[in-house]
């Protein structure tokens, strides 16, 4: 296996090995007493077309489709300069498509796929309570949760939360900030330990000791001033004194109330069975799947529905995925959205399919000659799509770009409800998923014209008529072309063909490697490929 | 050239192959000594066409049935020498085992009497 990098030196070698087959021939026939001048053309005219027989051998060698691949994407690159009218219309097109699908997949992403940014996010749970009278979770009363959380065996542990706004006095000044009120263990399910202090103890949820807080990293900084000093001293919240016993990690945010600022203890000594105000949520023990889980609730609920009817008749228990969640309410708009921005890039596909199936009707004698000259459909095929792959890159390019801002102006015009919102970002995935899509894309809208190259094989027939049988210089040799001169490539080719009909080969060879150079494209592969066997008969046998 | 084209034996693809590698098992061998040495080999009438010759070449090196080296030939011209390899002396064994099966099949099919006879 050889290189790209060693291909040349290769090239080089092959040329003069088939030299010296040449040479030793010739000197063959001169040792047969034949003239210096006769013995070499034999040698020659024997031989064959020495540039045909290196690229049929250069073939063997592996590597060739990445030639090829470079070949079709500079030709590509040169046709879409060349015809920069409709380059610029589809890649805007194809643009705005992509950008669109980028916007609104980075926020499924963000919102819906990525993962929690908690430890072992997967083991994450919401548990909730089910009535009849509602189609969806409800919250849960605090006997109902310590009830729970006491005989949740599959879980490590099940905390509450229960969203709150404070009044803080910051000297005289009262502001309104939010948090939360949640059990002792809510950190510790989250995995999460702050970073300055301590977390609440299991005492702190009575009362006597349940004045003490945790505040976020930003309320710390921006509120405390950043003092180390503060914990230990005293916060008023709405009235009261708490203090300060810990910094939560600046990186740390609850995914369903990301506002929230101040944590203090849930106290639930006074609440009854009947008020069901708070939510709950869980981390399931390593091992443990989601239906066990939700089998050992179903159980829970059924006993306490026993144990406490009037309250809780009818009343079941639900274990949801945290991540399906944080999402619930606004997977299905997200999921719209996505299907929506879909609809357009097809729209767009087809947009772009018509013009390129336009550009190919267009530039039909090309291919014709082309394929005169012995490319096969595969490679046109190849070339076609390889040109609508580029154009794909180009809009996906753009099309990233569009949905960056996209983005920015999604997150402007949100109402603010959507969560993690802030988490959402132009990552891998969604760059993978955007040059994912306008591959597709590119070849579903390269699929129309290159089904028309090889179906129709359009080339093959009107290359014959255009390019004057240029197949093989044998054929100029034998049969004196006719040809349409009014074709300008083609034309040349065709009356220089005629022109040189009576000179040696090598002439032709060259006239005919130069017309091919001039398409980017070096001649044949297919022709002589097809000879398996490549024994022949002298001519007189 | 049109002439040769449509002179062209059509044998069995692989052939070439197993007339390369049974002419390389005399010894170590350039593009142009095997193509004379099969033309002579088979009382002049099977000439391989190069641009067969050279592509089974470099196919053969590259699953390194042959290798190649650059040596000085007798008068003096660098010249690129196939030969053999270990392996490729396996596959011509094998090659040429397929070979008889096939010729004595076809053998069998042209003249069904002889092989009722035998």
Redesign the interface.
Known sequence: MKFPWQRQDRQEELEKELQSHLQMAASDGIDRGESVERAQHAARREFGNVALVQQVTRDQWGWLWLEELLQDLRYGARMLRKNSGFTLVAVLTLALGIGANTAIFSIVNGVLLQPLPYPRPEQLVVAARTEPRFDHPVPVSGPNFLDWRARATQFQSLAGFDGRGFTIMLGNHPEHVLGAAVSFNFLSVLQVTPVLGRDFLATEEHAGNDHVALVSHAFWKERLGGDVGSVGRPLILNGQAFIVIGVLPADFHYVMMRDAQVFIPLNLDKTSRGENFMSVIGRVKAGVSLRQAQSQMDVIARALEKEYPKDNAEQGAIVIPMLTSVGTWIREALLIMLAAVGLVLLIACANIGNLTLAQAVRRRSEIAVRSAMGAGTNRLVRQCLTESVLLGLLGATLGVLLGYYGLQAFRILSPGNVPRLEEVQINLRVLLFSFGISIFASILFGLAPALRISGVNLGYAEGRKHACHLRGSARLDASGPRCHRDRAISGVACRRGTRRAQLPEAHLHRTWLRLAQSFDLLPVTTNTKGHASGILLPRSA | ?????R???????G??DL?ILQTLQWGPQ????IS?AIRANSG????????????????LE?QKWISADWKV?D?K????VYRLTAKGKKQLLSERSRWEQLSDAIAGVLSPAKRGQA
């Open positions: 050239m049109a002439q040769r084209y002179n062209r034996i059509e044998l069995l693809q052939t070439l007339l350039h593009g142009y000594g004379q002049e009438i099977l000439q391989v066409d190069t641009g067969s010759l050279y592509p089974a070449l470099h196919r590259r030939s008068n011209q660098r010249v690129r």
